[in-house]
């Protein structure tokens, strides 16, 4: 069945680092790309995503390339803050999402 | 007002009692959806509802039942609650269709049993 696989954490950064989370998947079809956050105490949010292979999602600083060659959807950002500490979850979506386990963010001050 | 909102939002309870989470929702969307999430294993689909008159089964409904009370309201009962299903439980919607929309979550509730 489809699958997602993303890099376990913690993940510990200093401000202003450059970021990336790995992200693969296994499916039978051509699925949809997601990426979503989730800040302490709340629920998960669309970050962003892509439809179709070769699409880029953006928002926020953070970038996605959905690789079909490499059945992948990395999670990139430039320079990151302290407010991105959080947990990012990859998911794609077939006729349901599913969902990777979670990365946690600790980016420090 | 939030688009997904769950009832209670924290619960400590005993093992073996009975417990209903609600999940309202003022989207429209017709599909509904209930998860698990756990330390490490990430969100786990319990059951999904595509309309009022469906009701589906996810990747771990034991121990769990539900209920679609109309579009808006998806109700999950725990008939006998034991320890390990201690968790947060977070309730989703989306639109029907190959749109590929994203799920909206609600913010979540943490339940504990004792």
């Known amino acids: 069945g489809d699958s997602v696989t993303q890099m376990e954490g913690p993940v510990t950064l200093s401000e202003e680092a450059c970021l990336t989370i790995?992200?693969?998947?296994?499916?039978?079809?051509?699925?949809?790309l997601f990426w979503y956050v989730q800040y302490p105490g709340e629920g998960l949010q669309l970050l962003l995503k892509?439809?179709?292979?070769?699409d880029k999602g953006s928002n926020k600083g953070f970038e996605a390339t959905y690789r079909k060659e490499t059945t992948s959807f990395h999670l990139e950002k430039g320079s990151v803050q302290v407010s991105d500490s959080a947990v990012y979850f990859c998911a794609l979506r077939d006729d349901k999402i599913i969902f990777g386990k979670g990365t946690r963010l600790h980016i420090l001050p | 007002d939030a688009d997904v909102t769950q009832t209670p939002r924290n619960r400590i309870t005993k093992t073996g009692k009975r417990i209903m989470l609600e999940c309202s929702q003022t989207k429209g969307h017709d599909r509904m959806y209930w998860y698990r999430q756990d330390p490490g294993l990430g969100l786990r689909l319990i059951y999904y509802s595509f309309d009022v008159k469906d009701i589906n089964k996810g990747e771990i409904s034991d121990g769990y039942s539900v209920s679609r009370q109309a579009q808006a309201k998806f109700s999950l009962s725990l008939e006998s609650a034991i320890p390990n299903q201690t968790a947060l439980y977070f309730c989703?919607?989306?639109?029907?269709?190959?749109?590929?929309?994203?799920?909206?979550f609600g913010d979540g509730t943490r339940l504990s049993i004792l």
């Open positions: 892509a439809t179709k292979a070769d």
């Open positions: 989703a919607t989306s639109p029907p269709g190959t749109d590929n929309q994203p799920q909206h």
């Open positions: 790995n992200c693969t998947y296994t499916a039978t079809g051509y699925p949809s």
